[in-house]
């Protein structure tokens, strides 16, 4: 095998950068069990990212390995215009596992084409147009779900597609109308729909939102700003899209993020983990909106879509979600890593806020707790340090979000170690 530095040499010449956070350097990462990844040198590291989160099961879980092995024994892929029974098998299940009325499901490749779909789905059924969703959110990198992602990476792509429209995020630790959040009464929300209604050309199509923004710093909304949401949405025709691609199946705490504001999409999308590190997404909705918009001619495929060895992980991943209680396990490990923070905000005043539900959470650096001035060029050394002391997750906002989703199948001692590593880090970098 090539040593890391003549890989990395070959990565400068033939490898394509412009990756999402830092690309042209080490580490070169080989293998990776459970919550751990090695590199080339032999070093292992924690990974709370789980990979792109799409390891959040675990690396190489075995009941996704297997599921994948037998697949490729049996059929990698089919042509799309026709059923596979593992197609059936996983739609099946994901209907049975959502709340009514959401029943009738697709399978896509990536978060970004399933966020599309949902979009297409939308104006199809409302005969509307224009699509709308919180600053603070990410909903993929492809034309239409960049014009969405209102979090960052849009810039220099050319003006944005028509009919994409920014509101007001729920972000309370940071009100964009400078309210108390104690007593303002969601008014943001208020605000947002004003404007809405106020720059629509036509009948708007849907609100296409997170129930928690995980890449735009891990900002959880206050109780009831969804099922408000919901409301304001039905008034106006239109149709509320979940994105859950980074919250559900678990990770948050329950099997789906939006369960503990008690209400129901139109339409649900899901990806990242939901294929145990293979790459698949699905589109799920009522089946009065599916028939309604295929008897409209409404077509989305790919040349992958719903073949049988992405459903069969991700049918596999629901095995794994139900017989593990994975929701259970983020309840748990996530109040440990809770508990665990909250003990370095006591010793680090640059943690100005602690945040997020499960194994989902994030601590907000900042300068001064009173000012709440953003520790950026703090946040990235740290996140630097914790990395060569091996402890990886991601940072948001600019470096002063740091952003951790540990897999459930980590430990107590795991999170012990990571947070070893974190507290030195913050030591080294804020005294």
Known sequence: ????????????????????????????????????????????????????????????????????????????????????????????????????????????????????????????????????????????????????????????????????????????????????????????????????????????????????????????????????LAEQCKARGMLLILDEEQTGLGKTGDTFAFQRAGVAPDIITLAKHFGGGICVSSVTTSVEIEARVVADEFIVTHSHSNDPLACAAATATLDVLERDDLAGKARQLGGYLRSRLNALAERFEIIGDIRGRGLLQGIELVRDRATKEPATTEGKAISERCLEAGLIFSIRRDGSVLRFVPPASTSEDQIDRAIDILSDALADVNG
Not at 13 to 33: E, K, L, N, Q, W
Request: with cysteine.
């Open 1 to 228: 095998m090539k040593s890391e530095v003549e890989l990395l040499a070959s990565a400068r010449r033939y490898s394509f950068g412009g990756r999402m956070d830092a690309s042209g350097r080490g580490p070169i990462f080989v293998r990776g069990c459970g919550s751990e990844v090695e590199d080339i040198n032999g070093k292992q590291y924690l990974d709370f990212n789980s990979g792109q989160m799409c390891a959040w099961l675990g690396h190489n879980h075995p009941t996704i390995v297997d599921a994948v092995h037998d697949a490729c024994k049996s059929l990698i892929h089919t042509h799309s215009s026709y059923y596979n029974d593992k197609e059936i098998e996983l739609a099946e299940r994901l209907g049975n596992l959502l709340p009514a009325p959401l029943q009738k499901s697709m399978f896509l490749q990536s978060g970004a084409d399933a966020n599309e779909a949902a979009i297409n789905i939308a104006r199809k059924y409302t005969g509307g147009f224009e699509i709308i969703s919180p600053h603070t959110s990410f909903h993929g990198m492809s034309d239409t779900t960049r014009s969405l992602t209102f979090a960052g990476w849009h810039r220099g792509y050319g003006p944005p597609q028509a009919g994409m429209l920014a509101m007001l995020a729920p972000y309370c630790y940071r009100c964009p109308i400078n309210l108390d959040p104690e007593t303002c009464g969601i008014a943001c929300l208020d605000a947002s729909f004003e404007l809405i209604d106020a720059q629509t050309t036509s009948r708007p199509a849907a609100v296409l939102t997170e129930p928690i923004f995980s890449a735009g710093g891990v900002i959880e909304p206050p109780d009831g700003w969804l099922s408000r």
